[in-house]
């Protein structure tokens, strides 16, 4: 059975639609003893299928360790989100609920190589000095 529902499927087109570049889905996986492991795959492939600009790796977690660290990927199941380079983006749990349309909208930014941010916050940035490791945590409770 699909994960996405007909009602859908014309959104995820049309949002899919306004993507450049080519992105590659990197999807770290494992068979056994994974939460959502299984349906995030499914996810994955279901989305992939909506652009011809859309790839999907599926790797073992466990068997392709070193292609994991590769990728700084430490927990299951993840998805790496890579356009024409890699800019950290990393999803770790089920893209599910609101974080589906968020998931859509970041292959759709890694796509053009465009964050959105205004001007002023891209300023901002620029001026950091040391390195910054940001984590976005999201909870449906």
Request: proline share 4%; with cysteine.
């Amino acid at each position: 059975m699909a994960l996405i529902q007909d009602t859908d499927k014309a959104k995820v087109r049309e949002i899919l639609g306004r993507m450049d570049q080519p992105v590659r889905l990197v999807n770290f996986t494992q068979e056994l003893e994974c939460q959502y492991c299984r349906e995030t795959r499914q996810l994955l492939e279901e989305v992939a299928g909506f652009s011809d600009k859309l790839t999907l790796e599926v790797h073992d977690f466990l068997l392709e360790k070193a292609k994991a660290e590769t990728y700084k990927v430490d927990k299951i199941p993840a998805t790496v989100l890579i356009g024409e380079k890699d800019r950290g983006i990393r999803y770790y749990g089920i893209p599910a609920g609101y974080e589906f349309a968020t998931l859509l909208e970041d292959i759709v930014m890694v796509s053009r190589g465009d964050s959105g941010l205004s001007l002023a916050s891209r300023g901002k940035l620029a001026g950091l000095k040391d390195p910054l490791h940001l984590q976005v945590y999201v909870t449906p409770t």
